[in-house]
């Protein structure tokens, strides 16, 4: 069974610049997440989709984060403008269904620095 | 609203020696816990996962945890380190409701000293 799949692995962008990440959930699996992890953080949720549809999005900087997942199957997302803060590893997650005890599976993760 | 503490962001150990990573948990209502494992430059890998059905619980490569509700405690042990431990484990709360949010704690770096 194929993993989640991230791209790119690595980019370096200058702060105002806009960037995107994808990510290509398993194959199935309903739910899909994005993560944000600042170096000596633990994963912090910025979007939640169930299929095409968003569940939570709460801490998603809206501002400047934009996140779509339009067929229900793979998803991006967008930084437009980016700024230093956003340094950081986004990650991207898929798991059968939320609200169960199934696990969530993580991509490698695309790391973003801003300079 | 939900939480998770991980005590110590750094622990080291010598090679053969037990491993206990500490998490305590803050959650309204019943829990999911899990532990998971992050090696550099790679994505998080679940080690256990907590779901009500036993309060000790088997994982992968010798861990083990075990709940204990009246401590709000899900603490990751492993009787005898190995070399390939060394990583970043991640304790995470995740509630039955409310869309099944998942929350992480902040890490702990194992290291393993030979």
């Known amino acids: 069974e194929a993993g989640v799949a991230q791209s790119p692995r690595y980019k370096i962008i200058e702060k105002r610049q806009s960037v995107a990440f994808w990510c290509n959930p398993i194959s199935g699996h309903a739910t899909l997440y994005w993560y944000q992890q600042i170096l000596g953080q633990g994963p912090k949720l910025l979007i939640q989709f169930q299929n095409n549809g968003v569940v939570d999005d709460s801490q998603l900087p809206k501002d400047r984060f934009s996140a779509e997942r339009l067929k229900g199957v793979d998803s991006t997302l967008k930084i437009q403008p980016a700024k230093l803060e956003d340094s950081a590893v986004y990650l991207c997650?898929?798991?059968?269904?939320?609200?169960?005890?199934?696990?969530?599976?993580f991509g490698p993760g695309t790391r973003l620095t801003v300079t | 609203a939900q939480s998770v503490t991980q005590l110590g962001s750094h622990v080291s150990v010598s090679e053969g020696a037990l491993v206990l990573l500490r998490c305590n948990y803050s959650?309204?209502?019943?829990?999911?816990l899990f532990w998971y494992v992050q090696y550099p430059n790679q994505g998080l890998q679940l080690l256990l996962k907590?779901?009500?059905?036993?309060?000790l619980v088997k994982g992968i490569n010798g861990f083990e945890a075990e709940f204990k509700k009246s401590e709000t405690s899900f603490h990751l042990t492993k009787p005898s380190a190995h070399m390939s431990d060394a990583a970043e484990y991640f304790c995470a709360v995740r509630s039955n409701t409310n869309a099944g949010k998942s929350t992480f704690g902040d890490g702990t770096t194992l290291t393993v000293k030979p």
């Open positions: 907590y779901t009500s059905a036993a309060t």
């Open positions: 997650a898929s798991s059968l269904n939320p609200g169960t005890a199934n696990e969530q599976y």
């Open positions: 959650s309204s209502v019943p829990p999911y």
